[in-house]
């Protein structure tokens, strides 16, 4: 099976990114960031204390976590939407930098990707998830591109934010992911950086098809 991963910041456009390359290459699309949201949408709705860890951990691996196409289902119930909600993110780091769910979910995510080629996205894919990728993206933009993006996603989905107010956020996040102790988001030695500002989403995607398939022509995949 192939694997292409696509690691980042928040706002690097990769979710958007990945979903195109998928169908593009025509492989599967993983978007690792959506478990961790997902368990933190379940752990909100069950009144779980998100200062007692191994709570937390019981809930990630009673919860039924599915993900279908490009839809996240919790105990059956789509919540692809309210997962997207910013109220989710300042939870994120109570399940993301917890080691034993970060386990639980990479395991997850090797045994969804087991049998069929992939495009997985999110902070640890090409370090920790599956460190023998064939191809390994890193995508990047500056912080300010990536808020000014992100204000644009939310205004489009009804929620007005400002840019500074969305920078803050972002500058947060991007502490938690490059300092967490197990899956801190950082380039993997053997991945491609890409930076985006400046270009079009569709240059972007033109620029990873190339990428994987220059790979795959030297690599045989
Ligand atoms: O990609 P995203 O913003 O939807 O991800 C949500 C959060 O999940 C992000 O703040 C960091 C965390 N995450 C992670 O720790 N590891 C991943 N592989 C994907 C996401």
């Known amino acids: 099976m192939v694997i292409v991963t696509i690691d980042g910041p928040a706002g690097a456009g990769k979710s958007t990114v990945a979903k195109l390359l998928a169908r ?56 692809s939407t309210e997962i997207r909600l910013p109220e989710i993110a ?6 993301a930098d917890n080691e034993l769910i970060r386990e639980h979910l990479v395991n997850m995510q090797r045994q969804i990707a087991a049998h069929d080629n992939f495009v997985c996205e999110g902070r640890d894919q090409g370090t920790v998830a599956f460190p023998d990728s064939q191809c390994k993206i890193f995508l990047t933009a500056s912080s300010t591109e990536r ?60 620029t990873l098809t190339r990428l994987v398939n220059q790979k795959s022509s030297a690599n045989n995949f």
Request: glycine content about 4%; hydrophobic content about 40%.
């Open 90 to 95: 300042k939870y994120i780091r109570f399940v």
């Open 147 to 206: 808020a000014i993006r992100r204000q644009r996603d939310l205004a489009n989905k009804g929620i007005v934010m400002e840019v500074d107010e969305i920078k803050k956020d972002q500058d947060e996040r991007d502490q938690q992911d490059y300092n967490r102790k197990v899956g801190k988001l950082i380039k993997a030695d053997d991945a491609i950086e890409v930076i985006t500002d400046g270009l079009s989403l569709q240059e972007v995607v033109e």
């Open 24 to 79: 593009e290459l025509n492989f599967q699309y993983l978007d690792t960031g959506a478990m961790y949201r997902a368990l933190v949408f379940s752990a909100i709705q069950r009144k779980i204390d998100f200062s007692d860890p191994e709570s937390l951990v019981k809930n990630s691996h009673s919860v039924n976590l599915r993900l279908e196409s490009e839809k996240v289902i919790i105990d059956g119930v789509d919540v």
